[in-house]
């Protein structure tokens, strides 16, 4: 018994708060309110006919959903709902950080090979990957060891000897031994890759006192980047991200009990009164000649960060990443998201 | 980085070897700071933020983008 007093009594974590202090029954946390299916329904079928109905003479209300659990209520700028609802995506997983619940992410659509590839890529299956390890890995000179290993890859019972012929070990050894970055080119000026390199140059004064006084052009600044409104388009055409991409802000509005008024809630880019007054003013501004599209904000969220490279030395980079603020920040928060984009990298004068 | 070399040399080249002082450095730190991003904010940009750039989205619908700049979160070295 020289345990001090604190840690003998055992402690119960499954005690549940005493009702006074509990807000809410035991509720999960769960996505914003969605619009109703008719509500959609009615709004992509006057989209796809592009018919624009007459202006109305008396301004409409806008457009609201109902009420979740928590008294959350979207307000939208429009009187009609939104032809596309992020909300109606949102999962449990993309509002939470329970670990373990996440689901296995389908892999980017970038992904050139159409089948699911496979646990041993770039090999069809085990008995191919483990050939090419022992044929690539097991050193230049044949060895009793090395024998050995042969011997137990193949007589392995679960040896697939017709999954090992149907294997093109020729275009696998070359794509082993292609390396992305020397491949022709640099990859930097590679064009599909979306890079360009541009001469930067400045004026640099000398003053009165220097041999050359005046104004002398610098140039010899290369700067690597990407065309913006390329990235913006690459980000769009993108069927994982635009299922939760937010084309429209909304107001996202709480009435409490105790408060006669609603109150405004805050907390992503696209439901911010600054998204709000460019939507708004986007919509009240003259309309592109003979274009009827619907028109939207993408919301550039610039961040840039020098970093060192290595411990020591002072290699450094300075690349500037690019958000978009139509996606929820719980979203491009997470690394696993791949929601940054690198569109940078700057150049710096250093004495 | 080998810019910070080629720009020494440059200095001394118009100097006669002094180089130039701690101010005329920042001078040009800051006029490559912003020549970058005007190479960054270039016509194509200027012209999708005045006009828009019209994108087929994956819902199937057509819809004209403006981009416009919310945030900036940025260091900026100055040495």
């Known amino acids: ?69 928590f008294g959350l209520v979207r307000q939208f700028f429009s009187s009609n709902p939104p032809s596309h609802d992020p909300e109606e995506a949102v999962t449990l997983e993309d509002i939470s950080a329970i670990p373990g619940s996440r689901r296995e992410q389908p892999l980017s659509n970038m992904e050139t090979t159409p089948q699911a590839p496979s646990l041993y890529y770039p090999y069809p299956n085990r008995s191919s990957l483990e050939l090419g390890d022992w044929y690539w890995n097991g050193g230049v000179q044949k060895s009793q060891q090395s024998f050995n290993d042969l011997l137990s890859i193949v007589t392995n019972p679960d040896f697939d000897s017709a999954g090992v012929l149907a294997t093109p070990w020729d275009k696998i050894n070359k794509m082993l031994g292609q390396n992305d970055f020397e491949d ?63 084309y429209e802000p909304y107001q996202l509005l709480w009435q409490p009990g105790h408060l006669q008024s609603e109150v405004n809630i805050q907390g992503e ?11 708004h003013d986007l919509q009240n501004s003259l309309r592109e000649p003979g274009c009827d599209l619907p028109r939207a904000i993408v919301a550039l969220m610039f961040w840039s960060d020098a970093t060192h490279l290595t411990s020591f030395g002072n290699a450094r980079l300075w690349p500037i990443y690019l958000y978009f603020g139509n996606e929820s920040k719980y979203r491009r928060c997470k690394p696993s998201c791949h929601l940054g984009n690198h569109v940078a990298y700057f150049q710096k004068v250093t004495s | 980085l080998k810019l910070p070399d080629s720009f020494k040399d440059f200095a001394c080249q118009h100097t006669g070897g002094k180089g130039v002082g701690r101010e005329c450095i920042t001078h040009c730190h800051r006029e490559l700071f912003q020549a970058q991003w005007g190479v960054l904010l270039d016509d194509e940009f200027l012209e999708a933020y005045a006009h828009g750039i019209i994108i087929k989205c994956c819902d199937g619908i057509v819809r004209r983008f403006y981009p416009r700049i919310f945030t900036y979160s940025a260091d900026y070295p100055e040495k």
């Open chain 1, 269 to 279: 880019l696209y439901t911010s009164p600054a998204f709000m007054d460019a939507h």
């Open chain 1, 184 to 246: 022709g080119n640099e990859e930097w000026e590679d064009e599909d890759a979306g890079w360009r390199k541009t001469e930067v140059s400045i004026q640099v004064p000398f003053s009165r006192t220097s041999n050359h006084p005046g104004v002398v052009p610098y140039s010899g600044v290369e700067l690597y980047h990407r065309s913006l409104v390329a990235v913006i388009r690459e980000k769009l055409a993108n069927t994982g991200d635009d299922e939760k991409f937010h």
């Open chain 1, 1 to 69: 018994m020289d345990l001090p007093l604190a840690q003998r009594r055992k402690r119960r974590n499954d005690v549940k708060l005493p009702k006074r202090y509990r807000q809410f029954q035991d509720v999960l946390p769960e996505p914003l309110p969605s619009i109703p299916i008719n509500e959609v329904d009615q709004s992509s079928d006057s989209s796809s006919h592009r018919s624009i109905p007459a202006p109305p003479l008396e301004i409409l209300p806008p457009f609201r959903t109902p009420r979740n659990i």
